[in-house]
């Protein structure tokens, strides 16, 4: 999962001709209402296509057309569906099949629907501490013929402020909240946050291909960087210059830093948008290289210390 930068108020003509057409049929029918499922398989799904660099919006796996489907972040279906944000363009994300599947229309928010409830159902939904949905479509005025734009937008305090867990990829930094570890799993950055923790359980983002392919790309870069290091004790023997004695070590560490610096950056080339999981690759560079470093033994982890300096010292690297 990665930030996406789209611009909420330069919605697809497409999207926004389909509302005006719509929006009257819509307050009337509300969750009733029949959505043009063509709508979201044309012009739609090929923009936001080319915005995720075909990736899906939440896992960052790589998809073609068909393997996707055009989601709404807040579902529109239901009694307790968001039908007014049918149409709305910061309300659809890309997502894969596999993602898709388990997160379906659940969407669990910090608020509770206590509108037109009893006291006793009041009591009961608080006792029992369950998400519902606590918002009004948001009208224009009194006479409900019109929707407000400015709040359907997702980043609108009137949707934020009903605090949802599940983390969206246009509003929100995922790397604020979620990291990839050793083993290959996502894991919550802080423990406990409810935010990272229910959307790495919500679309499943430790299901099986998943962690293998992030454990893959963890294992590739261990293997380059110890390589590095194994390739640097080679060369020093294969030089036909004469080295004075006492300065092998000095010229070994000057191979192995080039050599590490030149793997670092490589690694750094996978944290571009349209590379797969790219969450991965940031994990293995944030904190100077932590997790990297942990799968070292002795002697290699004091070489690549030197290295990270030596690297540090020509290029920046990702926080």
Excluded at 1 to 25: C, G, H, I, T
Excluded at 208 to 223: E, H, Q, T, V, W
Aim: glycine residues 4%; proline residues 6%.
């Amino acid at each position: 999962m990665r930030k996406v930068n789209k611009d909420f108020s330069a919605a697809p003509q497409k999207l926004v001709d389909q509302f005006a057409d719509e929006e009257a049929s819509l307050i009337r029918a509300k969750e009733d209402h029949s959505f043009n499922p063509r709508i979201y398989n044309t012009a739609i799904k090929s923009e936001l296509e080319a915005l995720y660099h075909h990736k899906c919006a939440y896992c960052e796996s790589p998809m073609g057309t068909e393997q996707f489907t055009v989601e709404h972040y807040r579902p529109k279906k239901g009694r307790n569906g968001y039908w007014w944000l049918g149409y709305e363009w910061s309300n659809l994300l890309p997502v894969c099949k596999d993602c898709n599947g388990p997160k379906a229309d659940v969407f669990k928010v910090k608020g509770k629907d206590l509108h037109n409830c009893s006291e006793r159902m009041k009591a009961l939904k608080i006792s029992q501490g369950g998400p519902f949905r606590s918002l009004k479509p948001p009208y224009t005025d009194t006479t409900k013929t019109a929707l407000d734009r400015a709040q359907m937008r997702a980043d609108s305090p009137y949707l934020l402020a009903e605090g949802p867990y599940l983390l969206h990829p246009e509003i929100d930094e995922p790397r604020d909240y979620i990291e990839v570890r050793k083993n290959g799993e996502i894991y919550s950055i802080e423990k406990g946050n409810q935010r990272a923790e229910e959307t790495i359980k919500l679309v499943n983002l430790n299901r099986f291909n998943l962690y293998m392919s992030r454990l893959g790309i963890i294992d590739a870069a261990k293997f380059a960087i110890v390589e590095a290091i194994s390739s640097s004790f080679i060369l020093l023997d294969e030089l036909d210059i004469p080295i004075p004695e006492g300065k092998q070590k000095e010229v070994l560490l000057t191979i192995a830093k080039r050599l590490i610096a030149s793997e670092i950056k490589k690694l750094e080339k996978k944290l571009a948008p349209n590379a797969p999981y790219t969450l991965t690759t940031y994990s293995l560079l944030k904190n100077d290289c932590a997790l990297l470093e942990k799968a070292l033994d002795d002697q290699q982890r004091d070489i690549f210390k030197l290295a990270l300096i030596y690297y540090k010292k020509n290029k920046a690297l990702t926080p």
